[in-house]
């Protein structure tokens, strides 16, 4: 049947980290994340890495790419308790999560501080597969480039 994809604008790091963990709790199968090194950190602080653990649990894969450095080792390590790490220079600041192939996430990032509640994010998400599809699509392109 076919089902009306839906498409939302979301402004700030709190509502786009509720939004994020609601999508990893949805994940049967895989979760893939394109990151900055500072996000990485993030997402450890604000507890999404207990969520993914979670999600290892019941089968689901978690993969991220991010730059790694020392400045996030210990957060890397962790995300590593349970899922996949690669670091890449991304020439951006951004956020993507794909989970499933069925809902995707896509953040520029204004403030690659390590605080959960700035305004600036502007965050795009929608539920249409065929997004989800491409940018799943571009993940594994930069996740086989990635070491």
């Given at each position: 049947?076919?089902s009306q ?7 700030g790091?709190k ?5 994020i963990k609601d999508?990893?709790?949805r ?6 994340n394109i ?5 990485l950190i ?9 969520i993914l653990e979670?999600?290892?649990k019941?089968g689901?894969k ?6 790694i450095?020392?400045?996030n080792?210990d ?8 899922g996949?790490?690669?670091s ?5 600041t951004?956020r993507?999560?794909i989970v499933?192939?069925?809902e995707?996430?896509l953040?520029?990032?204004y403030?690659?501080s ?9 965050t795009?998400w ?5 997004i989800?599809?491409?940018m799943?699509?571009?993940f ?8």
């Open positions: 049947s076919f994809a839906k498409f939302k604008i979301i402004q790091r509502q786009t980290f509720k939004l999508m990893t709790k994940a049967k199968v895989e979760i893939n990151n900055t090194k500072n996000g993030r997402c450890v602080k604000s507890g999404l890495d207990e979670a999600c290892a019941r689901v978690t993969r991220w790419l991010a730059e450095d020392s400045s080792l957060e890397v390590r962790r995300l590593k308790e349970f996949e790490v690669r890449i220079k991304i020439p951006s951004i993507l999560v499933d192939e069925t995707t996430l953040s520029s990032v403030d690659d390590i605080n959960l509640t700035t305004a600036g994010d502007i795009f929608t539920n249409d597969k065929n989800s599809r491409i799943n699509y571009f594994f392109a930069l996740w086989n480039m990635a070491k």
